[in-house]
């Protein structure tokens, strides 16, 4: 009997992906079902999807992005996410990083990656559109930068970002954070409750 397969679409621009991350060991623990991340493009998504950041969809209405900094704020209040912070820099173009992603997945250290870029991004501020930044992350996070940089302009790696990011349109996405728990699908950090309820919903159900 297997397990219900969990997904986690994501990209380190999206603040709300990084409040996801760290939510997401605590899920695991409760329902004992790892997720699967998976690096996608978000921009491309965008594209795909005729879609636009929130930042830019809503930039006109006051309203709309004064209650979704309060909803972020009670969800980092909630969650004790006291390290988040915006960063200065944002937007940031992760086509690079996005890559080092799918590297780092090949070079078996992609959770440590993943920690690194997140923690760069959404706690320390840093600007992530630069190699030289890039470089000195992956170096304070014990990677090998090298390898990662070149393993990173692979062609597979490459085609694998953005088959990851296709098959997150066909599927029914449209932005991150994006889940699917089996073929179910939940947008945003706010779905995270029915994310785990629908866990333990297929678990109950493998186990008849």
């Known amino acids: 009997m297997s397990d219900p397969v969990v997904q986690f679409l994501f990209d380190f621009g999206s603040p709300n992906s990084y409040l996801c991350h760290k939510v997401i060991p605590d899920i695991e623990r409760r329902t004992n079902i790892k997720f699967e991340y998976v690096p996608i493009l978000l921009g491309g998504l965008?594209?795909?999807?005729?879609?636009?950041?929130?930042?830019?969809?809503?930039?006109?209405?006051?309203?709309?992005?004064?209650?979704?900094?309060?909803?972020?704020?009670r969800f980092i209040t909630r969650h004790k996410l006291d390290q988040f912070r915006s960063n200065p820099f944002f937007p940031v173009n992760t086509l690079q990083i996005m890559r080092g992603a799918i590297a780092a997945q090949k070079l078996s250290n992609f959770m440590p990656y993943v920690d690194a870029m997140y923690k760069a991004m959404w706690e320390q501020g840093r600007n992530m559109n630069e190699q030289t930044e890039i470089i000195n992350v992956l170096t304070e996070g014990g990677i090998d930068f090298k390898r990662l940089l070149e393993v990173s302009q692979e062609p597979d790696v490459k085609n694998s970002l953005l088959t990851n990011t296709q098959s997150a349109f066909d599927r029914g996405a449209f932005g991150s954070p994006t889940f699917f728990v089996g073929n179910e699908m939940f947008f945003g950090k706010d779905r995270l409750r029915e994310v785990e309820e629908e866990i333990l919903r297929a678990n109950r159900a493998l186990q008849k």
């Open 46 to 73: 965008f594209k795909l999807a005729n879609n636009r950041s929130p930042a830019e969809a809503f930039a006109g209405v006051a309203n709309k992005r004064s209650y979704d900094m309060l909803e972020m704020r």
